[in-house]
C-alpha cells in the first residue's frame, strides 16, 4: 500500500454527506426565500399540470405540436421537484446534509431531465419547421405517433446520455471539504470539491456540453432559419403574424433556457463565479418551469380557448351551457 493511501481513505469515508449553503443572508431572508420558492413550486406545477390536463380532455390538442408540450410540461414537473423541495428545507438551517448517494442521484436526475428538455425543445422545434415550411404535407410527415415517438426517445437519450458523466463524478473522492456551494447537487460544485484528478471528468463535461447544448441549439437555430425565411415570403401581414404565432411561445422558451444554460454549462466554472451560478440555477429550476405554462397560454389561442371553456364550465351552473355563445 502507498503511504498516504489509507489517509485518503479515511478522509473520503468521512465525506458521506454533504452540506449545501444555499443562498446567504440573514434568518428572515432565508425564511423569506423559503416562502417565494415554496409559492412559486406550487404555481408551476400546477400550471404545468393544468397544460397536461388541458391537453388531455380536448381531443382536438392532441396533436404533435401539444404532445409535446405537454411533454416539455411533465418534465417540468419533474425537473423542478427534483431540486425544490429540497431548497425550501435548508433555507430555514434544519436540513442542509445531503446524503453522498442522495447527492449523485440528485445530480442525475436534474442533467438527465435537463439534457431531455434540450433534446425536446429542439424536436419542437424541428415540428414547427415542418408546420410552416410544409403545411401541405405536415399530417404526414409529423403525425401523432410520430411525435409520440420522438418524445419517448427525447427521455430515453437524455437519461442514457448523463449516465457516463454522473459515473465519472461519483467515482471522484472528497476528502477536505463537503459543502457545497449551491441549494443543489450540481457537477461543477463536486469538481471544485474534489482532491482526485478531475481532468477526464472536465474534458466529458465540456464534450458533453458541446453535444447536447450546442448541438441541439445548432438544429433548433437552423430551424428557426428555415421558418423566418419561410415566413417573410408570406404575403399577408394577417398570414405572416398568423404563422409565427404558432411558434412565438417556442422562441421565448428556447431563448430563456438556452441563454442561462449556455452559461452554466458550456465552460468549466471556477469558485469565484458559484454564487452567480445558485441565481442563474433558479432561473432554470425554478422560474422557467413557472413561466412556460403562462408563456405557451396566452401566445396560443387553441390552448386560451380552451382554458377559458373549461372555466366557464365550472363557473356555469348546469344546465345553462346551452344557452350560451361557444368561443
Not at 416539455?72 to 448517494?101: D, H
Not at 423566418?228 to 404565432?245: D, E, N, V
Not at 377559458?308 to 344557452?323: A, M
Request: net charge positive; proline share 4%; hydrophobic share 45%.
Amino acid at each position: 500500500m502507498e503511504p498516504g493511501t489509507g489517509v485518503e481513505k479515511e478522509n473520503q469515508s468521512s465525506a458521506q454527506e454533504f452540506i449545501l449553503l444555499g443562498f446567504p443572508g440573514n434568518q428572515h431572508l432565508q425564511i423569506s426565500l423559503s416562502v417565494v420558492f415554496t409559492m412559486t413550486y406550487i404555481l408551476a406545477v400546477t400550471g404545468n399540470f393544468a397544460i397536461i390536463a388541458l391537453v388531455m380532455a380536448h381531443p382536438h390538442l392532441q396533436t404533435p405540436m401539444y404532445i409535446f408540450l405537454s411533454n416539455l410540461s411533465f418534465l417540468e414537473i419533474w425537473y423542478t421537484t427534483a431540486c425544490v423541495p429540497k431548497a425550501i428545507a435548508i433555507f430555514p438551517g434544519k436540513s442542509r446534509t445531503i446524503s453522498f448517494v442522495g447527492c449523485i442521484l440528485q445530480m442525475y436526475v436534474i442533467f438527465s431531465l435537463g439534457c431531455t428538455e434540450f433534446f425536446l425543445l429542439s424536436v419542437m422545434a424541428y415540428d414547427r419547421y415542418l408546420a410552416i415550411c410544409y403545411p401541405l404535407h405536415y399530417s404526414t410527415l409529423m403525425s401523432s405517433t410520430k411525435s409520440g415517438q420522438l418524445a419517448f426517445l427525447c427521455w430515453v437519450s437524455g437519461f442514457l446520455f448523463m449516465i457516463i458523466h454522473n459515473s465519472l463524478v461519483a467515482r471522484l473522492s472528497f476528502c477536505s471539504s463537503n459543502v457545497i456551494n449551491n441549494f443543489f447537487c450540481g457537477a461543477d460544485s463536486l469538481i471544485f470539491l474534489s482532491c482526485s484528478d478531475t481532468s477526464v471528468v472536465k474534458w466529458v463535461s465540456i464534450t458533453m456540453g458541446i453535444i447536447v447544448i450546442l448541438g441541439s441549439c445548432l438544429t433548433t437555430l437552423v430551424s428557426y432559419i428555415f421558418i423566418i425565411s419561410t415566413i417573410l415570403k408570406i404575403p399577408s401581414a394577417q398570414g405572416r403574424q398568423k404563422a409565427f404565432s404558432t411558434c412565438s411561445a417556442h422562441l421565448i422558451v428556447v431563448v430563456m433556457w438556452y441563454g442561462s444554460s449556455i452559461f452554466l454549462y458550456v465552460r468549466v466554472s471556477r469558485q469565484s463565479s458559484l454564487d452567480i451560478h445558485k441565481f442563474v440555477n433558479t432561473l432554470n429550476t425554478i422560474v422557467t418551469p413557472l413561466l412556460n405554462p403562462f408563456i405557451y397560454t396566452l401566445k396560443n389561442k387553441e390552448v386560451k380557448e380552451a382554458l377559458w371553456n373549461v372555466l366557464r364550465r365550472t363557473r356555469v351552473p348546469e344546465g345553462w351551457g346551452d344557452s350560451l355563445p361557444s368561443l
